[in-house]
């Protein structure tokens, strides 16, 4: 019972200091607040295998350790193949068009480890379209990411970012984000 009163007593004490930096941005975000950013990577999805994504984002960064980011990916675009022999005894052969799109809104965390390099962690919203040609597919949900970044010079900074979009589709990452 000690422990639990301990640590809501240090938890009651710490707060404040800790909420006064993420309520006066004035005095902790960089003064290039907003930013903008491209970047590229590979898909993974479990029904249509890899792919090749790019993307583009924008934030507003609230102070050192908060961002607010919307962003859109073309996360897979490509051709599959198919054939099959068919019960009367031709081969049936053809081809689909898939197409898979991310938009998204999340809060972005970021950590410190050095002057240049952040620990990154992301919590938001998006909607993952596939579009086939016969079909679409939507899964609306929880966005989960982690990933790094490196202040490249005092407003271009590079980022490298696991993301978790749904259940079947997770995306690797490279950018570049500039500040203005």
Same mark, same amino acid.
């Given at each position: 019972?000690?422990?639990?009163?301990?640590?809501? =007593?240090? =938890?009651?004490?710490?707060?404040?200091?800790?909420?006064?930096?993420?309520?006066?941005?004035?005095?902790?975000?960089?003064?290039?607040? +907003?930013?903008?950013?491209?970047?590229? #990577?590979?898909?993974? &999805? &479990?029904?249509?295998?890899? #792919?090749?994504?790019?993307?583009?984002?924008?934030?507003?960064?609230?102070?050192?350790?908060?961002?607010?980011?919307?962003?859109?990916?073309? /996360?897979?675009?490509?051709?599959?193949?198919?054939?099959?022999?068919?019960?009367?005894?031709? /081969?049936?052969?053809?081809?689909?068009? /898939?197409? /898979?799109?991310?938009?998204?809104?999340?809060?972005? $965390?970021?950590?410190?480890?050095?002057?240049?390099?952040?620990?990154? $962690?992301?919590?938001? +919203?998006?909607?993952?379209?596939?579009?086939?040609?016969?079909?679409?597919?939507?899964?609306? #949900?929880?966005?989960? $990411?982690?990933?790094?970044?490196?202040?490249?010079?005092?407003?271009?900074?590079?980022?490298?970012?696991?993301?978790?979009?749904? &259940?079947?589709?997770?995306?690797?990452?490279? #950018?570049?984000?500039?500040?203005?």
């Amino acid at each position: 019972m000690i422990k639990h009163i301990s640590a809501a =007593a240090l =938890a009651l004490f710490a707060f404040p200091a800790f909420a006064q930096e993420i309520a006066a941005p004035a005095a902790t975000a960089s003064p290039n607040a +907003y930013y903008f950013g491209l970047d590229a #990577g590979r898909t993974h &999805d &479990d029904f249509d295998k890899d #792919g090749s994504s790019l993307g583009i984002f924008a934030g507003y960064q609230v102070n050192r350790y908060l961002s607010v980011e919307a962003g859109y990916r073309r /996360m897979l675009d490509r051709v599959n193949t198919f054939a099959f022999q068919h019960p009367a005894g031709y /081969m049936v052969t053809g081809e689909t068009h /898939m197409r /898979m799109d991310q938009r998204s809104l999340s809060a972005l $965390g970021s950590w410190p480890l050095t002057d240049k390099v952040n620990l990154l $962690g992301r919590v938001g +919203y998006n909607e993952v379209v596939s579009r086939y040609k016969w079909d679409n597919y939507r899964q609306k #949900g929880l966005l989960l $990411g982690a990933g790094v970044s490196y202040k490249l010079a005092p407003n271009i900074d590079a980022r490298l970012e696991f993301q978790r979009a749904s &259940d079947e589709t997770r995306n690797v990452s490279a #950018g570049i984000a500039y500040k203005f």
